[in-house]
C-alpha cells in the first residue's frame, strides 16, 4: 500500500486557483495505470472517481478503481484519499500536490486534464471555466482588462510521505466539503 500524489505545474497568467469545477468530490480524474507486479501500462486512460467504487475480489472492502492486469492477471485498487486541492499561481513553475491516491499494487503514471476546470481572476475574482485538453487555456479577464491563460502544464507522481487522513479506511469516504 502506498500513498501517491498526483502534482501539478504550471503557469497561471492572471488566475489563480486552479481546480476542478462544480462537484470536486466526483470529478472524473484520467490516468494511465502501472501494474505492480509486470510493470505493464495501460493503453488507454482509466477513469477514476471518488464517489464511485467497487468492490475487490475476495475482500469485504471496496476501493474507487479495482483492475485487474491485461498481462498477468493480477488484481490492484486505488481510492482517492484526499479533496482536490487549488494549484495556485504562487505554485508558477512548481510542482504541487493536488491529489492524494491510495494505491495496492498498482500507480498511476500518467494524467490528462482534460475538461472540467476553472480559475478565478486573480484581481477580479471572476469565474473562469478552464478547458485543458489542448494542454493549454487562454482567455480574457474583460473586469480586470488583461489577458489570461494557463500554460506549460506537466504533472508527476511522488510517493507522499504523510499519511493520508483517512487512508486506514477500505470504506468508501463519505466525506463532505
Ligand atoms: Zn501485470
Known amino acids: 500500500?502506498?500513498?501517491?500524489?498526483?502534482?501539478?505545474?504550471?503557469?497561471?497568467?492572471?488566475?489563480?486557483?486552479?481546480?476542478?469545477n462544480e462537484d470536486k468530490e466526483a470529478y472524473n480524474w484520467h490516468f494511465k495505470i502501472q501494474c505492480g507486479s509486470c510493470q505493464e501500462i495501460t493503453k488507454n486512460f482509466v477513469t477514476i472517481n471518488r464517489v464511485q467504487g467497487t468492490q475487490i475480489s475476495g475482500s469485504r472492502g471496496g476501493a474507487n478503481l479495482v483492475m485487474k492486469c491485461k498481462y498477468c492477471k493480477r488484481e490492484g485498487s486505488a481510492s482517492i484519499v484526499s479533496m482536490p486541492i487549488e494549484y495556485t499561481d504562487k505554485n508558477n513553475g512548481k510542482f504541487?500536490?493536488?491529489?492524494?491516491?491510495?494505491?495496492?499494487?498498482?500507480?498511476?503514471?500518467?494524467?490528462?486534464p482534460r475538461d472540467g476546470w476553472r480559475v478565478v481572476g486573480t484581481e477580479s475574482q471572476a469565474k473562469f471555466d478552464v478547458d485543458l485538453t489542448?494542454?493549454?487555456?487562454?482567455?480574457?479577464?474583460?473586469?480586470?482588462?488583461?489577458?489570461t491563460s494557463v500554460t506549460e502544464i506537466k504533472a508527476?507522481?511522488?510517493?507522499?510521505?504523510?499519511?493520508?487522513?483517512?487512508a486506514s479506511s477500505n470504506k468508501l469516504p463519505t466525506e463532505n466539503k
Open 96 to 112: 504541487a500536490s493536488i491529489l492524494s491516491i491510495e494505491c495496492r499494487g498498482l500507480e498511476p503514471v500518467e494524467f490528462e
Open 156 to 166: 508527476q507522481f511522488v510517493r507522499a510521505k504523510h499519511p493520508a487522513k483517512d
Open 134 to 147: 489542448e494542454g493549454e487555456w487562454y482567455d480574457y479577464d474583460e473586469d480586470a482588462g488583461v489577458e
Open 1 to 20: 500500500m502506498a500513498i501517491i500524489d498526483l502534482q501539478l505545474k504550471a503557469e497561471l497568467l492572471n488566475v489563480t486557483g486552479l481546480i476542478p
